[in-house]
């Protein structure tokens, strides 16, 4: 929210990330605990990954149904772009506020 605040991306590129950081890290505990250690790597083998999606929906109000990982994988892309947008955009801003200087000018 903060860096939405300063100018640097919109609000609704603000709240797109607070949603992707909540998703993100609900993944990363369940990671967590299902390997009772630390850890941030989702395994690409679809069977761990379909283990997740379904735990991850279990935590949901809804209770899970169907198969759960074509929308895990959904919504893991579309969060993961959200995130790589608002870092353009503030990473492009900070390039042009280098290349104009301190000052505003060239």
Same mark, same amino acid.
Do not use: C, M, N, W
């Given at each position: !929210?903060?860096?939405?605040?300063?100018?640097?991306?919109? !609000?609704?590129?603000?709240?797109? *990330?607070?949603?992707?950081?909540?998703?993100? +890290?609900?993944?990363?505990?369940?990671?967590?605990?299902?390997?009772?250690?630390?850890?941030?790597?989702? $395994?690409?083998? @679809?069977?761990?990954? +379909?283990?997740?999606?379904? *735990?991850?929906? $279990?935590?949901? !109000?809804? @209770?899970?149904?169907?198969?759960?990982?074509? @929308?895990?994988?959904?919504?893991?892309?579309?969060? +993961?772009?959200?995130? +790589?947008?608002?870092?353009?955009?503030?990473?492009?801003?900070?390039?042009?506020?280098?290349?104009?200087? @301190? $000052?505003?000018?060239?």
């Amino acid at each position: !929210q903060r860096i939405a605040l300063a100018g640097l991306i919109d !609000q609704s590129e603000a709240d797109a *990330l607070v949603g992707a950081y909540r998703f993100l +890290r609900r993944i990363e505990h369940l990671l967590q605990l299902e390997a009772d250690r630390q850890t941030h790597v989702l $395994s690409a083998d @679809p069977i761990e990954r +379909r283990r997740i999606a379904t *735990l991850l929906a $279990s935590s949901e !109000q809804a @209770p899970p149904h169907g198969d759960l990982l074509q @929308p895990f994988e959904d919504a893991l892309a579309e969060h +993961r772009k959200h995130v +790589r947008t608002a870092f353009e955009a503030v990473v492009a801003s900070a390039d042009e506020g280098e290349a104009l200087g @301190p $000052s505003g000018s060239p």
